[in-house]
């Protein structure tokens, strides 16, 4: 069945080094996938998601590219922020024979140190 | 003003006592969801709501039930409550099932 595989469970980083956050994923029908981010006490907020041409989605400097071959959309940031840090979550959209939903990774979380 | 209000925000209860969990949304999305959040089981789906009295379970709905009367409005009941439901349960919306999810700040509920 459909699935979403995030294989780190926690990373930590340096300011200003390079993130890279993994997410893989297994699905039944043409992809579309999310990235959303939980900072913490907070709800969790979109934070970007794939296109369906081969537009790059880009949102507060993070980046992530769909790319079928590899079933894969990870997560990139040139430049790590402490505010960075949070709870980050992959999904897949899953469609159902009653109706679509999202299918979520377990998370990793990012924590920056300065 | 696109939110989802979650009431209440924390809750203790007791073993074997009930607990209504409600919801809602001021951006007339038709779908609705309830997740729990554990930590190292990331977001799990307990059930979604297509529309009024169109709900579906998902992937953990044992133990839990839910009631949308209300487009706005969408309520997770757990009857007697167990321990191993202690957890952060997330409300969410979209316009149109599957697309962009808008969560609310979540509830943290306490079995003891």
């Known amino acids: 069945g459909d699935s979403v595989t995030q294989t780190e469970g926690l990373v930590t980083l340096t300011e200003g080094l390079p993130v890279m956050l993994n997410c893989t994923y297994q699905?039944?029908?043409?992809?579309?996938l999310f990235w959303y981010v939980q900072h913490l006490n907070e709800a969790p907020k979109l934070l970007l998601k794939?296109?369906?041409?081969?537009k790059r989605p880009e949102h507060q400097g993070f980046h992530a590219t769909l790319h079928k071959s590899s079933s894969s959309f990870h997560l990139q940031k040139s430049s790590a922020q402490l505010s960075d840090s949070a709870l980050y979550y992959c999904?897949?959209?899953?469609?159902?024979?009653?109706?679509?939903?999202?299918?979520f990774g377990i998370g990793t979380l990012l924590s920056v140190k300065p | 003003d696109m939110k989802v209000t979650q009431m209440p925000r924390y809750l203790i209860k007791r073993m074997g006592e009930n607990v209504l969990l409600e919801c809602g949304q001021d951006m007339s999305h038709e779908t609705m969801y309830w997740y729990r959040q554990d930590p190292g089981l990331g977001l799990q789906l307990i059930y979604i709501?297509?529309?009024?009295?169109?709900?579906s379970e998902g992937d953990i709905p044992k133990g839990y039930r839910v009631s949308r009367k209300k487009r706005e409005h969408f309520s997770l009941i757990l009857d007697s409550a167990k321990t191993n439901q202690t957890s952060v349960y997330f409300c969410?919306?979209?316009?149109?099932?599957?697309?962009?999810?808008?969560f609310g700040e979540g509830s943290r509920l306490i079995v003891v």
């Open positions: 999904a897949l959209r899953n469609y159902g024979s009653s109706g679509n939903k999202l299918i």
């Open positions: 699905s039944t029908y043409s992809p579309f």
């Open positions: 969410a919306s979209s316009l149109g099932a599957g697309n962009t999810l808008y």
């Open positions: 709501s297509y529309d009024v009295d169109s709900n």
């Open positions: 794939s296109f369906t041409d081969n």
